[in-house]
Structures are given as structure tokens and as C-alpha cells.
């Protein structure tokens, strides 16, 4: 029972930005959107989480809609070590939980 | 910090043989988190610690798996007997004391190869 849709895979180019959605549309007044990453032969990364404000770390932006039923993880400037598969994550607060779906796969080309 | 340690990066054995997985997590670190991965099934959670203590053990895949945390500083899992199925990349990972909204440290993970 999938909590979160991403699209599998995106391009993106070098330097500019890459905007990654996800949809959450059941998600609950408790749960944070999350989003981790995993490069290649790596363990997964955390990259940010937000409740219902908009985030930003020195990493990305994370963009929730007023109704918090989708996100957009933006990472301003990609060069070629972005290159992963990112994945949006719904969670409980105060839950220990990290349910990882199959994730978006982003390319960044030269 | 050298973050969470994992130990071997790359295990090949056969089957019916023991294996075990360690990890060392991050230091203050109280809740510690065992995750298989497989191109099938993707990232599952196998088990989590909370202060030493296994909190839920329901991803565990059956009795031929277990794993153990006899302090703070290290965890252990164990499957005996391994069988080729069981082949994938085991992660451990670690967060710290607080509420639920703190973010897991994951280590390098161990690529196992049951033949």
C-alpha cells in the first residue's frame, strides 16, 4: 500500500535545477514528507523533511502544497554526483519507521 | 564521527553456512536499524533497537535470521543456515535520541552472495 508516487526516473542537466516530485494524497496531519537519497553502492542519505512549511538546508528545498497532498524536492544547482535515486518518504511523527518505495532514479548529464 | 561501520563490505559463503553481519553505529546514537535490499523487494526494514532493546522484529523473514545487541556500540545479524536467497545488501543504520522526526544515519552496507 504505497504512501507515495514518484516518477521513476528523470534527466536533468548539469547546473540547473531539478525539481523531483512526489504525490502523498492520503497523507495525515501527523506524517512528515521526507526524502532521502541513494548514489550508487551507497547506503541511503537524508536530504530533508518538512511537515507542512517549506524546508531548506544546505542540500535543497523541499516545497509542500498548502494542502500537503504533494511535494517537489528541488535541488538548486545538480552536478553529476546528484546523480541517485531519491526517494520521498511519508512518516508518522514520533514514529521510528523509514517505509522506502522504489524511488525516482535522476541522471544528471553534462 | 566516522559514521555507522559495517563489517565485512562483501561477503560470498555457501549455503547452509552462518553468517554474521556487524555493525558499529554512530556514538550516542540510541536506536539502531538492520535494512535488506534487493532489486525485487527494494529497501526493507528487518528489525529496529531502541536502546538495545529489539522494538519490532516483524520484517525479520524468518527463524533462520537473528540479530543481537549486547551494548550500545555494536549489533550483530546472523543467518544460519544462509541460503541463496538471501543474497543482498544489508544496511545498518543509526539515529539519535529525540522525538521521531530525526533522520536515520546509514551505513556502507554489507553486500552478502549466498551461492
Known amino acids: 500500500d504505497a504512501k507515495t508516487t514518484q516518477p521513476p526516473s528523470m534527466d536533468c542537466a548539469e547546473g540547473r535545477a531539478a525539481n523531483l516530485p512526489c504525490n502523498h494524497s492520503t497523507i495525515s496531519g501527523n506524517e512528515y514528507v521526507y526524502w532521502y537519497r541513494q548514489i550508487h553502492s551507497q547506503g541511503p542519505q537524508y536530504i530533508i523533511h518538512?511537515?507542512?512549511n517549506n524546508e531548506t538546508n544546505e542540500m535543497a528545498s523541499l516545497i509542500i502544497t498548502e494542502d500537503r497532498k504533494s511535494s517537489t524536492l528541488i535541488l538548486p544547482h545538480a552536478t553529476l554526483r546528484d546523480t541517485a535515486v531519491y526517494y520521498c518518504?511519508?512518516?508518522?511523527?514520533?514514529?521510528?519507521?523509514?517505509?522506502f518505495g522504489a524511488g525516482t532514479t535522476v541522471t544528471v548529464r553534462a | 564521527d566516522a559514521g555507522v561501520i559495517q563489517s565485512p563490505r562483501h561477503e560470498v559463503t555457501e549455503m547452509g553456512q552462518e553468517v554474521t553481519l556487524r555493525c558499529k553505529p554512530i556514538s550516542g546514537h540510541n536506536s539502531l536499524f538492520w535494512y535488506r535490499q534487493t532489486m525485487m523487494r527494494g529497501l526493507e526494514l528487518l528489525i529496529y533497537?531502541?536502546?538495545?532493546?529489539?522494538?519490532?522484529d516483524s520484517g525479520m523473514p524468518e527463524d533462520r535470521f537473528s540479530a543481537k545487541m549486547p551494548n550500545a556500540s555494536f549489533s550483530t545479524l546472523k543467518i544460519q543456515p544462509s541460503e541463496p536467497r538471501d543474497s543482498a545488501v544489508y544496511f545498518c543504520?543509526?539515529?539519535?535520541?529525540?522525538?521521531?522526526?530525526?533522520?536515520?544515519?546509514f551505513g556502507q552496507g554489507t553486500r552478502l552472495t549466498v551461492v
Open positions: 533497537f531502541n536502546n538495545n532493546v529489539p522494538i519490532d
Open positions: 518518504i511519508v512518516r508518522v511523527v514520533g514514529d521510528y519507521k523509514l517505509s
Open positions: 518538512g511537515l507542512k
Open positions: 543504520a543509526s539515529s539519535y535520541p529525540g522525538t521521531g522526526d530525526t533522520e536515520a544515519f
